[in-house]
């Protein structure tokens, strides 16, 4: 049965999972009714992160044209571009025996694809979501649901994985901002 979260959570992922290491990351959504230029597109995302909190290198954000991470660690399973239907709308996958020691942290973010030419933003989506997957069994072991009602923020950092004390731990974040896809990588390292 899996944990549901609440923001700012974090729960054991590894310690009460012996011998987890590989996982399915799934984020989801829905479009709310609007009168919007255009379709909605969102993008799922992760950044592998040093010590400091930041990339080490632009090879560490892993996207849709970026959809394998050198170490194998995190793959992309490919960009859904309408978010229409049920269940997970993007999906990676992570073997945390293979993400190298440099790496302290994997964050999971979620952009609108140029949000602010087609006018949107997060205050026109609602049911989003990202869970923890074991890879081997295919059982749900966390789930967060964003019920955050944003308004004009056009990325959102979904959650993370994290090591701590020689284990991985998950922690709900569910932070926006503005700016989209520009405004997330300055956060995490990355000139764009």
């Known amino acids: 049965m899996a944990i549901n979260l609440q923001k700012g959570q974090k729960v054991e992922l590894t310690r009460n999972n012996v011998g987890l290491?590989?996982?399915?990351?799934?984020?989801?959504?829905?479009?709310n009714q609007y009168s919007g230029s255009g379709p909605f597109?969102?993008?799922?995302?992760?950044?592998?992160?040093?010590?400091?909190g930041k990339i080490i290198q632009d090879a560490d954000f892993i996207f849709y044209n970026n959809l394998r991470h050198e170490s194998g660690a995190v793959e992309h399973l490919g960009d859904n571009l309408t978010g229409e239907g049920d269940g997970d709308d993007e999906q990676?996958?992570?073997?945390?025996?293979?993400?190298?020691?440099?790496?302290q942290k994997i964050a999971f973010t979620v952009t609108i694809h140029e949000a602010e030419a087609r006018k949107q933003n997060f205050g026109q989506v609602s049911n989003a979501f990202i869970r923890i997957?074991?890879?081997?069994?295919?059982?749900?072991?966390?789930?967060?649901d964003l019920s955050e009602d944003f308004s004009v923020e056009t990325a959102v950092i979904f959650g993370e994985l994290y090591r701590h004390g020689g284990e991985w731990k998950f922690n709900a974040v569910g932070n926006g901002f503005q700016g989209g896809l520009a405004a997330l990588c300055n956060y995490y390292g990355i000139q764009v």
């Open 41 to 52: 597109d969102l993008d799922a995302a992760a950044f592998l992160l040093g010590e400091n």
């Open 133 to 144: 997957v074991n890879g081997a069994d295919g059982q749900e072991l966390i789930r967060f």
């Open 92 to 103: 990676l996958k992570v073997d945390l025996s293979k993400v190298p020691a440099v790496y």
């Open 21 to 31: 290491s590989k996982l399915m990351v799934g984020l989801g959504w829905d479009v």
